[in-house]
């Protein structure tokens, strides 16, 4: 039966949006910070990209429908109206940032969903965290939860082509590519094990050198503009 949103016109989106905004900027800038203090230390840095976004009214009213949740709950059971994504080189590395993460005390987790552990059927790989967060605001603080996706380079390639497809078929990806996409997502998962395989193995026969190679990189990247997935 089709969920009915009540006073769904007359609603202030704008109003409601603002502190998710403020949050997820908030933590990248936050986690740019991190970043940098392990520059200043010369020590190895689990972070590569973050970038975040804000749901669009119409993306949560749609998960909203999918999910059957009422309007005035929306807040409370759509967990990823605001989103950090933090993307790393190493699956280690990605429990490295999930325990970072867990350990601020300006966040509280509410829930852990292990999807490297626990691969959804489509082959979607991402570990995400989701996490109470008080907003500041001019009227006091305001109590949202946010969705922090950390997930490795290879897991962020293949989720990027497949939500671009669930946005091709619109949510209806034919079998066949379904099937390939499945195998591509086994291909990437043993890339990411391979790769870690070989930092590690570097990291024992080189233990002695300072591992210090992302400078050069880092500096490349910005930070990036608040935008919608």
């Known amino acids: 039966m089709e969920v009915v949103f009540m006073n769904e016109k007359d609603f202030n989106?704008?109003?409601?949006?603002?502190?998710?905004?403020?949050?997820?900027?908030?933590?990248?800038?936050?986690?740019?910070?991190i970043k940098k203090q392990y520059q200043l230390r010369g020590t190895y840095c689990p972070i590569e990209i973050v970038t975040g976004r804000?749901?669009?009214?119409?993306?949560?009213?749609?998960?909203?429908?999918?999910?059957?949740v009422k309007f005035i709950d929306i807040s409370q059971k759509v967990y990823d109206i605001g989103g950090v994504r933090i993307t790393c080189k190493?699956?280690?590395?990605?429990?490295?940032?999930?325990?970072?993460?867990?350990?601020?005390?300006?966040?509280?987790?509410?829930?852990?969903?292990?999807?490297?552990k626990n691969i959804k059927p489509s082959g979607y790989r991402s570990?995400?965290?989701?996490?109470?967060?008080?907003?500041?605001?001019i009227d006091g603080q305001v109590p949202i939860i946010?969705?922090?996706?950390?997930?490795?380079?290879?897991?962020?390639?293949?989720?990027?082509i497949e939500h671009s497809l669930k946005y091709k078929y619109q949510k209806q990806i034919p079998q066949s590519l379904k099937e390939r996409l499945k195998s591509a997502s086994v291909a990437a998962a043993k890339l990411d094990e391979e790769?870690?395989?070989?930092?590690?193995?570097?990291?024992?026969?080189?233990?002695h050198i300072p591992v210090n190679d992302y400078d050069q990189l880092e500096n490349e990247i910005s930070l990036v503009d608040l935008k919608k997935w």
């Open 13 to 33: 989106w704008q109003k409601f949006l603002q502190p998710y905004e403020l949050a997820v900027e908030g933590f990248i800038l936050k986690i740019e910070g």
């Open 54 to 68: 804000v749901k669009s009214p119409d993306s949560i009213l749609d998960k909203a429908q999918r999910m059957k």
């Open 90 to 116: 190493y699956i280690e590395d990605v429990y490295k940032v999930a325990n970072l993460l867990k350990s601020r005390k300006d966040v509280k987790l509410l829930e852990e969903r292990d999807y490297i």
């Open 127 to 137: 570990l995400h965290l989701i996490m109470s967060y008080n907003v500041e605001t």
């Open 146 to 160: 946010l969705e922090f996706q950390i997930r490795t380079h290879a897991m962020h390639f293949w989720a990027s």
């Open 195 to 207: 790769m870690s395989s070989i930092h590690n193995l570097i990291e024992k026969l080189d233990d």
